[in-house]
């Protein structure tokens, strides 16, 4: 049989490989690395195709498709969000991911995604509050301590400076669990017993849970005036964290708002309600953060650009590295349009 020509081998980065290649850049690099990707694709935002992910909900949860193109590359996610999972002993959010050149049509990178997708969504979250955050701000509330948690602690440690951060979950056990991982990585971690305390002096508040239906974990009461929200766990029709009259509060960011407003915290308010797309404040065409009394919330969903920059640069960073292996995944006969023969000369 004639081996797979190099065009039709597609490189494969698997969960090991990940693990590898996170540990071969520097988990903060790497971090950074991606938030700079993510800038400087939402810096081109009209280039891309956009559309809302593609979603197909059951009882217990959602499976996901992502795509987008920039005219050059296509890119898609697959991910699901089962928040019920963890019961089963399985993660709540898995994903994978590929890239294809646009020109042939052919793929060039298939790579596991659900250690990607940590890291794209920390770095997402720390970019959107490089802009949004109070200038200075050393000390965030970490809301719900699950899978996504030190992700985040450590992208606002990376790329906005935190130095503390301030734990709490309704189980005691994800907490502790995120405090022994935080050990070490030179952010001070503090426990604590409520949401309420967690919030103490913070000037960011991320709320991270994961719960299948209009949870509050913020009420009005319990945000002051002047703090940046980094909202992630509402992100699906009938799953929200923050109590409504707090978004009336804030100035709301977006990354697409087709999507965000089916998905995001806003689904809560009317169609019309007033949000701000980041990518405007990231060239320069709206305004971030204008006061000290502001809220200012990034209702963060997750957006398929972000996982586009997060295969690009992979794609980039693999290259040379012992981090993948090569898939025969596509038929490539030598004669294009001889598929059928080369099935029958398999037989032999
Ligand atoms: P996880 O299940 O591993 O962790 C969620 C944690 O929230 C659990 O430890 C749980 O005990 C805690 N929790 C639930 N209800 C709570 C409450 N009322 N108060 C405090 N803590 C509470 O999930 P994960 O992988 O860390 O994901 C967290 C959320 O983030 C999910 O809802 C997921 O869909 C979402 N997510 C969003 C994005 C995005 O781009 N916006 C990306 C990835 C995941």
């Not at 800038?39 to 959602?62: C, I, M, N, Y």
Request: net charge negative; proline share 5%.
């Amino acid at each position: 049989m004639t081996p797979p020509s190099r065009l039709a081998l597609v490189p494969f980065v698997s969960v090991a490989h990940m693990m590898g290649l996170v540990h071969h850049i520097g988990l903060e690099a790497m971090l950074r690395d991606l938030a700079g990707e993510i800038e400087a694709d939402f810096r081109r935002w009209p280039l891309f195709d956009k559309t809302p992910r593609v979603a197909s909900h059951s009882e217990v949860g959602v499976i996901e498709l992502m795509p987008t193109s920039d005219g050059e590359m296509y890119g898609f996610k697959y991910v699901n969000g089962h928040p019920k999972n963890t019961r089963e002993g399985l993660q709540t959010v898995t994903a994978f991911g590929l890239l294809a050149d646009v020109h042939t049509g052919y793929p060039v990178l298939l790579t596991e995604m659900t250690i990607l997708t940590a890291l794209r969504t920390a770095a997402m979250s720390a970019l959107a509050a490089k802009y949004l955050a109070p200038k200075g701000a050393k000390t965030m509330a970490m809301i719900g301590n699950g899978a996504q948690s030190e992700f985040q602690c450590m992208a606002f440690k990376a790329i906005c400076g935190i130095g503390t951060v301030r734990l709490y979950d309704i189980d005691p056990a994800a907490t502790a669990k995120c405090a022994r991982n935080l050990a070490g990585s030179g952010l001070k971690v503090v426990s604590c017993a409520s949401g309420q305390e967690a919030m103490e002096g913070a000037e960011i508040i991320t709320t991270c849970t994961a719960d299948k239906q209009n949870a509050t974990i913020l009420t009005d009461n319990m945000v002051g005036a002047g703090v940046h929200i980094n909202a992630i766990g509402g992100d699906c029709p009938g799953k929200t964290e923050l109590h409504a009259d707090i978004l009336r509060r804030s100035d709301i960011f977006v990354e697409y708002p087709p999507q965000t407003r089916i998905e995001g915290e806003i689904q809560q308010l009317d169609d019309d309600h007033p949000v701000i797309e980041l990518w405007q404040v990231m060239t320069g065409d709206a305004p971030g953060r204008t006061g000290d009394r502001q809220i200012t919330l990034f209702d963060s969903v997750g957006f398929a650009i972000e996982d586009f920059s997060a295969l690009r640069y992979v794609h980039s960073r693999i290259k040379g590295t012992p981090f993948y292996t090569e898939l025969d995944m596509l038929a490539d006969p030598d004669d294009p349009r001889d598929l059928f023969g080369m099935v029958q000369r398999a037989k032999s």
